[in-house]
Every structure is written in structure tokens, then in C-alpha cells.
T-cell receptor
Framework: DGGITQSPKYLFRKEGQNVTLSCEQN?????MYWYRQDPGQGLRLIYY???????QKGDIAEGYSVSREKKESFPLTVTSAQKNPTAFYLC????????????FGDGTRLSIL | GQNIDQPTEMTATEGAIVQINCTYQ??????LFWYQQHAGEAPTFLSY????GLEEKGRFSSFLSRSKGYSYLLLKELQMKDSASYLC????????????FGRGTSLIVHP
């Protein structure tokens, strides 16, 4: 079955450290997204990519970076510049057809040590 | 721009019916989605509306009024497992089609 795989499920970051969250999909979707979710909050868009080798900043891109070297993969790096990284991170993908929903991974919970 | 409003929390009784509202403002509407999200899990797709009216899918139905910028999700015969957060998301027209999410409504179903 096709789907989106995020890893790891839990991640701890030390102060000053960069960490990378993995997101892989085998749905052959063109578009991929990274969202951040804080308690009691909706999903806030960090970055998105509509085609390989191209990506755009979302609403809260500061302190994060991404790459899209392959259609299947869209890793997110949380840099030391992100001073409040503790959150639940969700990766999603879709076909860019307006009537098709996004498919989500199971999320990565990032905490500060 | 886009602005989506949902109630923060609702409670209901097992077996009852509950309606979760979502109002939105957008410069160009291109579809509205409802997702269910259990705590610590991925959102899962429930329904999609792009034309006015009611879409029924089992115990869940979703309604849309584009002129009013309004949608609701109707859950019938509530079960304990329906306790979750319900997210309203609007796709706007334009080049990116990026959906914008509301803050979600936390539904608590009690016996």
C-alpha cells in the first residue's frame, strides 16, 4: 500500500544542534508539505514543494530548511536558529488536484533536551 | 487572505448528533475539506465540498454554503471513538492551491 513515512517518531534536540526529520512518499505525488502543530493550534505551513528541485516558504519558515532532490523525499531540517522547536511536525503530500485531499504521515514529535 | 474559524471545543453524548461549524474568508475559494485527527496521530480525510449543499458519507455529512463562507460537519450516532479533533481546511484558487487549516475543534464524546 502506498503512503507517507515519517521518521523518527520522537526526536530530541540539544541546544545549538540541527536536526533533520525524514519524509518519504510512494504515492507518486508531485506536491509535498511540512506543517507544524502546537497544542490547541491548527496546522501551520512551514515549507512546501510542488516539483522536484523547487520549494517555497510557508507562513513560518524561519529557522527551518528543506530540500527536494527526489520526488519521493522532502526532508526538513530544524536549525539552531529555531528557538522554540518543540512541536508535532507533520509531512503531507497531494496530487495538486484541487479536489483531492492531502495524505499525511504519522508525524514526528520534537522536543528540546 | 484567508481566515478560518472553528469552535475550540465541543462536548456531546454517545448516541447523539453534533454539528461542528467552520466559517471562512478567502479571496478565491476552491474547495473545503474536513479531517479527523486523534491525539498524536495523522489527520485523516473525512469529506470534501466544492459546490453548495450536503455531502453524506455514512454517519458523517458535510454542508457548504459558498455565499455565506460557511460549512459544517454533522456527526450522527456518536461513538466514543469519535472523540478527536476535527480540522476544517480551505483550498483557495490561484497558482499554488495550498490549503489553509483552521485551528481545529476538539470533540469530547462522553457516555
Amino acid at each position: 500500500d502506498g503512503g507517507i513515512t515519517q521518521s523518527p517518531k520522537y526526536l530530541f534536540r540539544k541546544e545549538g544542534q540541527n536536526v533533520t526529520l525524514s519524509c518519504e512518499q510512494n504515492l507518486n505525488h508531485d506536491a509535498m508539505y511540512w506543517y507544524r502543530q502546537d497544542p490547541g493550534q491548527g496546522l501551520r505551513l512551514i515549507y512546501y514543494s510542488q516539483i522536484v528541485n523547487d520549494f517555497q516558504k510557508g507562513d513560518i519558515a524561519e529557522g527551518y530548511s528543506v530540500s527536494r532532490e527526489k520526488k519521493e523525499s522532502f526532508p526538513l531540517t530544524v536549525t539552531s536558529a529555531q528557538k522554540n522547536p518543540t512541536a508535532f511536525y507533520l509531512c503531507a503530500s497531494d496530487t495538486r488536484d484541487s479536489n483531492q485531499p492531502q495524505h499525511f504521515g504519522d508525524g514526528t514529535r520534537l522536543s528540546i533536551l | 487572505g484567508q481566515n478560518i474559524d472553528q469552535p475550540t471545543e465541543m462536548t456531546a453524548t454517545e448516541g447523539a448528533i453534533v454539528q461542528i461549524n467552520c466559517t471562512y474568508q478567502t479571496s478565491g475559494f476552491n474547495g473545503l475539506f474536513w479531517y479527523q485527527q486523534h491525539a498524536g496521530e495523522a489527520p485523516t480525510f473525512l469529506s470534501y465540498n466544492v459546490l453548495d449543499g450536503l455531502e453524506e458519507k455514512g454517519r458523517f455529512s458535510s454542508f457548504l454554503s459558498r455565499s455565506k463562507g460557511y460549512s459544517y460537519l454533522l456527526l450522527k450516532e456518536l461513538q466514543m471513538k469519535d472523540s478527536a479533533s476535527y480540522l476544517c481546511a480551505v483550498r483557495h484558487s490561484g497558482g499554488s492551491y495550498i490549503p489553509t487549516f483552521g485551528r481545529g475543534t476538539s470533540l469530547i464524546v462522553h457516555p
